[in-house]
């Protein structure tokens, strides 16, 4: 069973626009990661959260993780042709070890000029 | 610093050819990872190996062998390939929490 749901699956905006993704766990989270891959290319690290209510930023990228650890939304301001791409959550769970991170099923993001 | 490095790029297979994907590392991490993603399923673990000499499967292994080499490296072997196994494959290591990925390998088995 998918342990992480991402939304929307897929986004379109303008260029400027400002937007948000949510993943949703079912379950307390231990950690909390965010990844962009841009298409065709692998993966990479934006951001990891773990304290209930933390907040980082990334350039023009805010993540933050609720109070209750079981939701995360990545927020971008101002977007730009080049935040393009899918954009995953990871997360791994108290009970299960470093090897037990598991992947949402992404939300690809398209911004036209 | 090459990070993480994968081998070959694109690869098209037949039914029942055999393979190995190579992976490796420089940043002295212990820990590495293989994964394939398809449309719909995002990334699924394949095996991990938590430290050389040590491999363990993840959450679909079936049809895979790996091989840790030595701590810079990290292969994945198709025996027999099926057209299931077509998808893109990506090698990751961590040295702790965050995981640090590859280019990612796009094999079509036919």
């Known amino acids: 069973s998918q342990e992480l749901e991402q939304s929307p699956q897929s986004l379109i905006v303008q260029e400027g626009k400002n937007l948000t993704i949510n993943c949703t766990s079912s379950k307390t989270l231990y950690g909390l990661y965010w990844y962009k891959q841009k298409y065709g290319e692998g993966l990479i690290f934006l951001m990891m959260l773990q304290k209930g209510g933390e907040e980082k930023s990334h350039e023009k990228i805010t993540a933050k993780l609720d109070e209750k650890k079981q939701q995360s939304s990545l927020h971008i301001t101002a977007s730009q042709p080049s935040h393009a791409g899918i954009y995953l959550c990871g997360a791994d769970w108290p009970q299960g070890g470093s090897e037990k991170l598991v992947f949402g099923k992404g939300t690809k993001l398209t911004v036209n000029p | 610093n090459a990070g993480v490095t994968q081998t070959p790029k694109f690869q098209v297979l037949k039914t029942g050819q055999s393979m190995t994907l190579q992976c490796a590392q420089d940043?002295?991490?212990?820990?590495m990872y293989w994964y394939r993603q398809d449309p719909g399923m995002g990334l699924r673990l394949i095996y991990y190996?938590?430290?050389?000499?040590?491999?363990d499967k993840g959450e679909v292994p079936n049809g895979y062998n790996v091989s840790r080499l030595n701590k810079r490296e990290f292969s994945l072997r198709l025996e027999s390939a099926a057209p299931s196994q077509t998808s893109v494959y990506f090698c990751?290591?961590?040295?702790?929490?965050?995981?640090?990925f590859g280019p990612g390998t796009r094999l079509t088995v036919l």
């Open positions: 990751a290591s961590s040295e702790g929490v965050t995981r640090f």
């Open positions: 190996s938590a430290s050389e000499g040590t491999t």
């Open positions: 940043m002295n991490h212990n820990s």
